[in-house]
């Protein structure tokens, strides 16, 4: 999937036709996926967050070590920051 994804990237600059699916189900997933996103965002506590973040990734716990969870906690800090710009 992703030798596909990565030939079509060179073809197309619009992000549906990257993916390979329609611009409404694009639409769909994005706003599905945005609401999720922020959920996770609004946590309020890093390390809650990055966990939430890690397991909406598709991570099982068993899979999430530390490397995984203080990247994730980075990643939460930067989004949070950001967003109060």
């Known amino acids: 999937m992703i030798n596909e994804v990565l030939e079509r990237a060179k073809k197309s600059k619009m ?25 996770i965002i609004r946590t309020g506590r890093f390390v809650e967050a990055s966990i939430r973040l890690l397991r909406w990734l598709g ?9 995984k969870l203080i990247k994730g906690v980075i990643v939460m800090k930067v989004l949070v920051r950001e967003r109060k710009r």
Not at 15 to 39: A, C, H, P, T, V
Not at 59 to 67: A, Y
């Open 15 to 39: 992000i549906y036709e990257i993916l390979g699916i329609s611009r409404e189900e694009y639409d769909i997933l994005f706003r599905q996926y945005l609401e999720e996103f922020n959920s």
């Open 59 to 67: 991570f099982d716990d068993k899979e999430i070590d530390l490397e």
